[in-house]
Structures are given as structure tokens and as C-alpha cells.
């Protein structure tokens, strides 16, 4: 495993966040394509709230005791009962910024780790440390991923009735 590069990625990612999603205005990062869809603020409410309460308190519970159990997580309707939509984007992404920073500061204090120590899951089986530091990565790519998804469907939203297949496909 190449830890030190996952933990650059993860250092970077704010910094990549921040200037996309900041430069639109509140009706495109609070808007949804269907109500069961994420706008582009829940999604970085989402990145915020795993941060806390996810990757980091989990890797670092497996990595000091595998047997510990990890602390509980209520994904269901999250954004709703969270009222993700409601807050402001620059203060969630500070948040976000200054609890990534808590992390990697962490993480570099784990970087030579023993990442073959597992978490046995109820559900999934074994969790190593080493997949929850490469999924953690995964997961702001997937969430970049998502967002970009956004960006697209505002851009589909704005043509009218003018189509956007010129761009390519999806």
C-alpha cells in the first residue's frame, strides 16, 4: 500500500473542492434533479459528516484495538433530518477544510501502520485498515464524481429545450 499517496490525495482534496462548487450561485448548489438526489451542499454536508464520523474515527478504532466496536452510523435520510440543504456551502466546506486538515495531521502520525489489521464487520466481514484508507480516497472521488454528475444536469437543466448531446455522452 502506498499510504503516503492516498493521504496526499486526501490533503488535496479540499483545495479541489472548494473552488467548484463555491463559484455557483445558491440555486444551482442547492438544486436536485429529483427529490431522492443529492444537491451539490448535501453532498459536501455528506463529505463533512464522514469525515467526522466515518473514515477517520473508524480507521483510527480498528488501527488501536481491531476488536472494538465501531461507533454507529444512521445514513437514512441523512440530508432530510440533517437539514443539509438549509446551510451555508462556504461554512460546511471551512468545516470540512479544518476536520481534513484534524485527519491528515493524524493520519501522518499512522502513515507506517500496520494496515493489515481487520475490523470483523457483522454485515461485510473483515474491513482492514488498508481498505479504509483507500476508501476513504475512493469516496471523495466518488463524491466528485456525483458532483460533476450535477454540473452536467444543471447544464441540461439551463439548455431549455436545446439539447446537450453535442458534448458527448454521459
Not at 159 to 165: D, L, W
Amino acid at each position: 500500500m502506498n499510504a503516503r499517496a492516498i493521504i496526499r490525495r486526501l490533503d488535496q482534496y479540499p483545495a479541489m473542492l472548494a473552488p467548484l462548487v463555491l463559484s455557483l450561485p445558491p440555486e444551482d448548489f442547492r438544486w436536485k434533479p429529483a427529490p431522492e438526489h443529492w444537491s451539490i451542499l448535501e453532498i459536501c454536508c455528506h463529505l463533512l459528516d464522514e469525515e467526522k464520523e466515518d473514515f477517520r474515527p473508524r480507521l483510527r478504532s480498528t488501527l488501536e484495538d481491531a476488536a472494538r466496536e465501531w461507533p454507529a452510523l444512521d445514513l437514512d435520510q441523512v440530508a432530510q433530518k440533517r437539514s443539509y440543504n438549509t446551510r451555508d456551502l462556504r461554512q460546511t466546506l471551512d468545516q470540512f477544510a479544518v476536520e481534513r486538515a484534524a485527519s491528515i495531521t493524524w493520519l501522518h502520525t499512522v502513515e507506517a501502520a500496520d494496515f493489515s489489521r481487520a475490523y470483523q464487520h457483522p454485515k461485510f466481514g473483515p474491513i482492514y485498515a488498508g481498505d479504509l484508507l483507500a476508501s476513504w480516497a475512493a469516496h471523495d472521488a466518488l463524491h466528485l464524481r456525483q458532483i460533476a454528475r450535477r454540473l452536467h444536469g444543471l447544464a441540461a437543466r439551463d439548455a431549455g429545450s436545446f439539447k446537450i448531446a453535442y458534448a458527448g455522452e454521459w
